[in-house]
């Protein structure tokens, strides 16, 4: 208040505030708390009130999910059209954006595990930010975190993790030695093919049906009318094996550039 500035106050629920959901919820504000980038919103303050409540003091965020903007590319229904509907070149560039802050994660030992439409929020004059740092785990053997040996490290996770609709088959069968930036490749090829395409990459019948194709590696192939280069970079960074896989996001980033330069050089053409 004697700043006059405005922020975003995150509480969690009363009725779900129990040990694991308040351990998770401190862990978000510590991990966001050290990455310093302008795609990931800082945590101006974290504690508890007098009456117990844990709560987090964010940068407060105007504007819609990547997920709205997706729904509005590919809508059929002109009452969501609006001026401010976003092209298919525009949401590249985006994810460009959104690879180049999980870069940044990477290189400092985190792994995000829980990648989106929905986790990035694209502010009212272009901000790319991705949100929601509290399934992140630390890369085992980076020193830097050693301060804080309480924090997740892959190493420690034995079960499935995140969102099903999205993830690579080491989150889904809960396999920590397996987990790493290989694995957030994967979850943004995942988003990639749900902007080619307007739909989810992958469906069941109910959740614990989706959960088992993401562990066999099931997931929708973008379409056939999408950009080739596009679709082959989909494909490349979501085999099953992680080994296989695009090993950075860097390399999933500059291809996606790549595809965007080139799209412009044929146009100048």
């Given amino acids: 208040a004697r700043l006059g500035r405005h922020a975003a106050l995150k509480v969690l629920h009363p009725d779900r505030a129990d040990g694991p959901r308040i351990a998770r919820f401190l862990r978000e504000a510590r991990v966001t708390a050290r990455l310093d980038h302008p795609s990931i919103p800082p945590v101006y303050e974290a504690g508890v009130t007098e009456d117990g409540e844990h709560y987090l003091l964010m940068k407060l965020i105007e504007g819609r999910t990547l997920g709205d903007h997706i729904k509005d590319l590919h809508s059929t229904d002109f009452t969501r059209s609006h001026e401010g509907t976003r092209s298919l070149r525009d949401l590249i560039e985006m994810l460009v954006r959104v690879s180049e802050s999980?870069?940044?994660?990477?290189?400092?030992?985190?792994?995000?595990?829980?990648?989106?439409?929905?986790?990035?929020?694209?502010?009212?004059?272009?901000?790319?930010?991705?949100?929601?740092?509290?399934?992140?785990?630390?890369?085992?053997?980076?020193?830097?975190?050693?301060?804080?040996?309480?924090?997740?490290?892959?190493?420690?996770?034995?079960?499935?993790?995140?969102?099903?609709?999205?993830?690579?088959?080491?989150?889904?069968?809960?396999?920590?030695?397996?987990?790493?930036?290989?694995?957030?490749?994967?979850?943004?090829?995942?988003?990639?093919?749900?902007?080619?395409?307007?739909?989810?990459?992958?469906?069941?019948?109910?959740?614990?049906?989706?959960?088992?194709?993401?562990?066999?590696?099931?997931?929708?192939?973008?379409?056939?009318?999408?950009?080739?280069?596009?679709?082959?970079?989909?494909?490349?960074?979501?085999?099953?094996?992680?080994?296989?896989?695009?090993?950075s996001v860097v390399a999933f980033r500059d291809q996606l550039q790549h595809w965007l330069d080139t799209r412009e050089a044929r146009r100048i053409v």
């Fill in 102 to 247: 999980v870069a940044f994660a990477h290189s400092q030992g985190i792994v995000h595990r829980d990648l989106k439409p929905e986790n990035v929020m694209i502010g009212r004059f272009g901000e790319v930010l991705v949100m929601d740092w509290g399934c992140a785990v630390l890369r085992d053997g980076d020193a830097r975190w050693d301060e804080q040996p309480d924090l997740p490290r892959t190493s420690w996770i034995n079960k499935p993790f995140g969102t099903p609709t999205y993830m690579p088959p080491e989150l889904a069968n809960g396999d920590g030695a397996r987990i790493g930036p290989h694995s957030d490749v994967y979850l943004l090829r995942a988003v990639l093919v749900e902007l080619l395409s307007g739909q989810r990459p992958r469906r069941g019948i109910d959740a614990a049906a989706i959960v088992r194709d993401a562990a066999e590696g099931v997931l929708r192939r973008p379409p056939e009318d999408a950009p080739e280069a596009l679709s082959t970079l989909a494909r490349a960074a979501t085999r099953a094996d992680p080994e296989q896989r695009l090993q």
